[in-house]
């Protein structure tokens, strides 16, 4: 009889940086470049197309005023990057950066489009639900904004969504605190928009009416049980690949509420390469969606290994 236990990943070094190096979110760009988000150090870092069995030098490109998390391509090389104050006064801002005709060594410049009310309290992860529809998780308010991105002009954020699954919750874990809702992805194929709500250990779904772009009924949910922070959807699957950025794996997880349990594909047993596993996102190459990821780490800065000791943060290259 078949089993129903899906293989382990096969996980290998695409780029390191050095320890406590936080990284949070990455994009990746038609030619399979990457871009990633370094949380604590206010940084945004740009790597060469990874090569299989060989790893690439990173790039810093543009240091920030404050901690930045989520990025998102809204169009070819234009994209939008959260930044903040989630930890201490809670401003937060969207910053955007045209890398159209960029060549790597040349200056990036991220401008700012927009500052968030006073109600905003930590942006973290951020996804497009349609070409110009852009939402934005809030860790520490414990709702989603929607922020409507006109070919010129200003942005104008409202709220799309709060729900109490989306709340932080006070915790007595080590610091950072833990957060509430934290990684957005949307399924365009069922219309749903997916997320993750770390402290209170939920994985959850809510529909999105296709004409208005707004929530359609009461979320609802899908998988719980564990720290879930960041994801990629495998829609021709019907799973997502979510990490628990604490306790170090990936786990593959369906889509549909009550249709199979939740499946560890790697870091069980434990493995160092996965020490702090943040946020995913399918390699651009022909045939490589649903196959291989590029996934964050950060080597334990958060939730230290055994022996305490932090190791490098890497951006991983994931085979599933």
Same mark, same amino acid.
């Given at each position: 009889?078949?089993?129903?236990?899906?293989?382990?990943?096969?996980?290998?070094?695409?780029?390191?940086?050095?320890?406590?190096?936080?990284?949070?979110?990455?994009?990746?760009?038609?030619?399979?470049?990457?871009?990633?988000?370094?949380?604590?150090?206010?940084?945004?870092?740009?790597?060469?197309?990874?090569?299989?069995?060989?790893?690439?030098?990173?790039?810093?490109?543009?240091?920030?005023?404050?901690?930045?998390?989520?990025?998102?391509?809204?169009?070819?090389?234009?994209?939008?990057?959260?930044?903040? =104050?989630?930890?201490?006064?809670?401003?937060?801002?969207?910053?955007?950066?045209?890398?159209?005709?960029?060549?790597?060594?040349?200056?990036?410049?991220?401008?700012?489009?927009?500052?968030?009310?006073?109600?905003?309290?930590?942006?973290?992860?951020?996804?497009?639900?349609?070409?110009?529809?852009?939402?934005?998780?809030?860790?520490?308010?414990?709702?989603?904004?929607?922020?409507?991105?006109?070919?010129?002009?200003?942005?104008?954020?409202?709220?799309?969504?709060?729900?109490?699954?989306?709340?932080?919750?006070?915790?007595?874990?080590?610091?950072?605190?833990?957060?509430?809702?934290?990684?957005?992805?949307?399924?365009?194929?069922?219309?749903?928009?997916?997320?993750?709500?770390?402290?209170?250990?939920?994985?959850?779904?809510?529909?999105?009416?296709?004409?208005?772009?707004?929530?359609?009924?009461?979320?609802?949910?899908?998988?719980?049980?564990?720290?879930?922070?960041?994801?990629?959807?495998?829609?021709?699957?019907?799973?997502?690949?979510?990490?628990?950025?604490?306790?170090?794996?990936?786990?593959?997880?369906?889509?549909?509420? =009550?249709?199979?349990?939740?499946?560890?594909?790697?870091?069980?047993?434990?493995?160092?390469?996965?020490?702090?596993?943040?946020?995913?996102?399918?390699?651009?190459?022909?045939?490589?969606?649903?196959?291989?990821?590029?996934?964050?780490?950060?080597?334990?800065?958060?939730?230290?290994?055994?022996?305490?000791?932090?190791?490098?943060?890497?951006?991983?290259?994931?085979?599933?």
């Amino acid at each position: 009889m078949a089993s129903d236990i899906p293989h382990q990943a096969k996980l290998s070094v695409a780029a390191s940086f050095l320890p406590h190096f936080f990284l949070e979110n990455l994009a990746i760009r038609r030619d399979n470049s990457i871009l990633v988000t370094v949380a604590t150090r206010k940084e945004l870092w740009y790597l060469p197309p990874p090569r299989e069995g060989a790893q690439v030098d990173p790039m810093r490109l543009h240091i920030f005023d404050q901690f930045v998390s989520g990025i998102v391509e809204h169009k070819p090389d234009r994209f939008y990057i959260c930044t903040g =104050n989630a930890y201490t006064t809670h401003e937060a801002y969207l910053y955007r950066l045209d890398l159209a005709g960029w060549a790597p060594g040349a200056t990036a410049k991220p401008e700012l489009v927009l500052t968030f009310p006073k109600e905003a309290r930590g942006l973290n992860g951020s996804c497009l639900i349609a070409p110009d529809t852009l939402l934005i998780a809030d860790t520490f308010a414990g709702l989603i904004w929607r922020v409507d991105l006109p070919p010129s002009g200003k942005c104008e954020p409202r709220v799309w969504l709060a729900h109490e699954s989306m709340a932080h919750i006070a915790d007595t874990l080590p610091p950072p605190p833990q957060p509430g809702i934290n990684g957005i992805r949307y399924a365009s194929k069922t219309n749903f928009l997916y997320y993750t709500s770390t402290g209170q250990k939920l994985f959850m779904r809510v529909r999105v009416d296709p004409q208005t772009n707004d929530p359609e009924g009461t979320p609802e949910l899908v998988d719980s049980g564990t720290m879930a922070d960041d994801f990629c959807i495998d829609e021709d699957a019907g799973v997502a690949y979510v990490t628990t950025h604490r306790e170090n794996t990936i786990d593959r997880v369906p889509l549909k509420p =009550n249709s199979g349990s939740r499946r560890s594909v790697a870091g069980q047993p434990f493995t160092e390469l996965l020490l702090g596993p943040s946020s995913g996102a399918w390699s651009r190459v022909p045939g490589e969606y649903g196959r291989v990821a590029y996934f964050t780490t950060d080597g334990g800065q958060t939730a230290p290994p055994p022996d305490k000791i932090v190791r490098s943060a890497k951006i991983l290259r994931v085979e599933f």
